[in-house]
C-alpha cells in the first residue's frame, strides 16, 4: 500500500489535471477529423486510446522530470516532498517504472496508423527535452505548448493520415493556450525559482504578467475564432466556443500572481477550457 501511494505520487495520478490538459488536444483533433457518417465506433476507440496513452505518457514524464529537477525540487517549497526529491524512492526504481510506463504507451501507439506512429514517436524528442529547458530558456512554457498539444496533430492524423493548414493553424491557438496557463501555474514559485536560477515566462515577464496572460490568451481566441468563422452563428457551437472564451476572460480579470492558491485554482480551471473547446468542435455538425 506504501508503495502504491509513493508511485500515486510519483506520477501525479492523484493530481489529474495533467493528463487532462495533454488528452483535451488530442480529443480537439480526433473530433474536429472526425465526420459523423464514420463509424462511431472507430471514434470512441480512438478516443479511448488517445486518453489512456496520455495518463501514461503524462506520468512518465513526471517521473523524467523529477529525475532530473531532483535537486532543484528540494529547494522550492511545493516540491520539496515529491518521492524522488525527499529520498522516498530510488531513481533506478524512478527508471524501472517510466520505462514500463512508456512502453505500454507504445503498446497503445501502434493502434494508429504508420504516419501517426511516426508523429507519435517524433513527439518523444519534446517530452523528454522539456525539463532541461527551464534551465537555458526562459520560454519553457513554450516547449510545453508545443509537447502537450502535439496530441492534437495525432489526433486529426488518426482519422486523415495527413496534415493540414487548418490543423496546423488549430495547433498554434492550442499553443497559445498553453503559455497562458503554464504561465499563470508558474506564478507559484517565482520567489524560489529566482533563487534556484529556474527560468519562466512567468518570471520573464513577472512586471506585466497579466498582460502576457491576457495576449496569450487573445491570440489563442483570435486564431479559433479565425479557424471557425464560417461555424460560428446561433447555434451550439458558438455557445460552447464562447464558454470556452469566457473561462479565459475570467482567468485574466481574477489573475493575481501574489495569491499562490489563486494561481492554482485558475490553472485547474482550463480543464473545464479543454471540455467547453471539445463540446464546441463536437456540436459542429448539430
Known amino acids: 500500500m506504501k508503495e502504491l501511494k509513493i508511485f500515486i505520487n510519483l506520477t501525479r495520478l ?30 470512441l476507440y480512438y478516443l479511448f486510446l488517445f486518453f489512456a496513452g496520455s495518463v501514461l505518457m503524462r506520468s512518465a514524464g513526471c517521473i523524467f522530470n523529477d529525475i532530473v529537477d531532483k535537486d532543484f525540487d528540494k529547494k522550492v517549497q511545493r516540491t520539496k516532498k515529491r518521492p524522488i526529491a525527499s529520498g522516498q524512492i530510488s531513481v533506478k526504481r ?56 502535439w496530441g492534437l496533430i495525432m489526433g486529426w492524423s488518426a482519422l486523415n493520415n495527413a496534415i493540414s493548414l487548418e490543423i496546423v493553424i488549430f495547433y498554434i491557438s492550442a499553443i497559445f493556450w498553453t503559455l497562458g496557463y503554464d504561465t499563470i501555474y508558474g ?27 491576457g495576449l496569450s490568451y487573445f491570440f489563442s481566441s483570435a486564431l479559433l475564432i479565425y479557424l471557425f468563422l464560417s461555424k460560428i452563428s446561433l447555434n451550439f457551437f458558438t455557445v460552447f466556443l464562447s ?11 481574477n489573475f493575481n500572481e501574489k495569491k499562490v492558491k489563486n494561481c492554482l485554482s485558475l490553472f485547474k480551471l482550463n480543464n473545464l477550457s479543454g471540455l467547453f473547446l471539445f463540446l464546441s468542435i463536437l456540436s459542429i455538425d448539430l
Not at 195 to 203: A, F, L, R, V
Open 14 to 43: 492523484n493530481k489529474p489535471i495533467g493528463f487532462m490538459l495533454l488528452f483535451w488536444p488530442c480529443s480537439w483533433g480526433l473530433t474536429y477529423a472526425y465526420k459523423f457518417t464514420d463509424s462511431v465506433n472507430i471514434y
Open 94 to 149: 524512478s527508471i524501472f517504472y517510466m520505462i514500463i510506463l512508456c512502453l505500454l504507451a507504445f503498446l497503445i501507439l501502434i493502434q494508429f496508423n504508420l504516419f501517426t506512429i511516426f508523429l507519435g514517436l517524433g513527439s518523444m524528442f519534446l517530452a523528454f527535452s522539456y525539463p532541461f529547458m527551464k534551465r537555458i530558456t526562459y520560454w519553457p512554457q513554450l516547449f510545453l505548448g508545443l509537447t502537450f498539444n
Open 187 to 213: 506564478a507559484q514559485d517565482m520567489t524560489d525559482d529566482e533563487i534556484i536560477g529556474i527560468k519562466s515566462t512567468s518570471i520573464k515577464f513577472k512586471n506585466n504578467m497579466k498582460l502576457f496572460i
Open 243 to 253: 464558454m470556452f472564451i469566457f473561462t479565459l476572460a475570467y482567468q485574466i480579470k
